[in-house]
């Protein structure tokens, strides 16, 4: 079965770093997702992307986040300035079609020190 | 805000009983769709159910959905130790490009 893809596992970096979280969405898919999870919240949504550009991004998605699909298979989520507060479980999610289920990556779990 | 609220928050059955998490939405949507997350793990797609649907059946699960009361419920039969997890809604509106999930249902199967 098609598997979404992302790499790192574990990321620790310091506080005031850039750090780049790596996706490789389903091949066929049009539409791309990054959620985020704190540690024993509920699952937020950062931004959605399609046709080479973001279609809606969250309050939380201000100008430290950015997203990139820089070679038509992976899709990336940078963050420029880490905070602390961004110590979460990120999930990368695909979609053929915006109204389908998604299929969520198995998650980058990001620690800032 | 769309966003759906489960209920209960947590939940223990014995195995072989049957599970039923509540998910409320408050706006108007285009789907609602159930997904299950296992302890630190990823979150994996079990069920969508369209606005014009009242219900739909995979394997074990039975998912209803009441748009007058804006309600959907998630029915598995037959529990397993294997479906112990946390249980998430999530609303997708019509003017939206995303999925919001709710706070999620933690499920514990008892031996």
């Known amino acids: 079965e098609p598997e979404v893809t992302q790499t790192p596992s574990h990321q620790v970096t310091q506080m005031g770093q850039e750090v780049i979280l790596r996706c490789v969405p389903i091949?066929?898919?049009?539409?791309f997702y990054w959620y985020r999870q704190i540690l024993g919240q509920k699952v937020e949504f950062l931004v959605s992307f399609y046709n080479n550009e973001i279609s809606e991004k969250s309050e939380i998605f201000d100008d430290q986040f950015s997203v990139e699909r820089p070679d038509g298979s992976n899709f990336t989520l940078k963050i420029r300035s880490t905070k602390l507060e961004d110590s979460a479980m990120y999930f990368c999610?695909?979609?053929?079609?915006?109204?389908?289920?998604?299929?969520f990556g198995s998650g980058t779990r990001l620690t800032v020190v | 805000s769309q966003q759906g609220e489960e209920d209960p928050q947590a939940l223990s059955i014995q195995e072989g009983e049957n599970a039923t998490m509540n998910c409320s939405y408050k706006t108007s949507i285009n789907n609602l769709q159930w997904y299950r997350q296992n302890s630190g793990r990823g979150l994996v797609h079990l069920i969508l159910?369209?606005?014009?649907?009242r219900e739909k059946h995979s394997g074990r699960l039975r998912v209803t959905l009441d748009t007058s009361k804006k309600s959907s419920s998630l029915l598995i039969t037959a529990s397993r130790a294997a479906d112990t997890a946390s249980y998430f809604c999530a609303t997708d509106a019509f003017s939206d490009d995303k999925i919001i999930f709710g706070k999620g249902t933690r499920l514990h199967i008892l031996p």
């Open positions: 159910i369209r606005s014009n649907e």
């Open positions: 091949s066929n898919h049009l539409y």
């Open positions: 999610a695909s979609s053929a079609q915006g109204d389908y289920g998604y299929t």
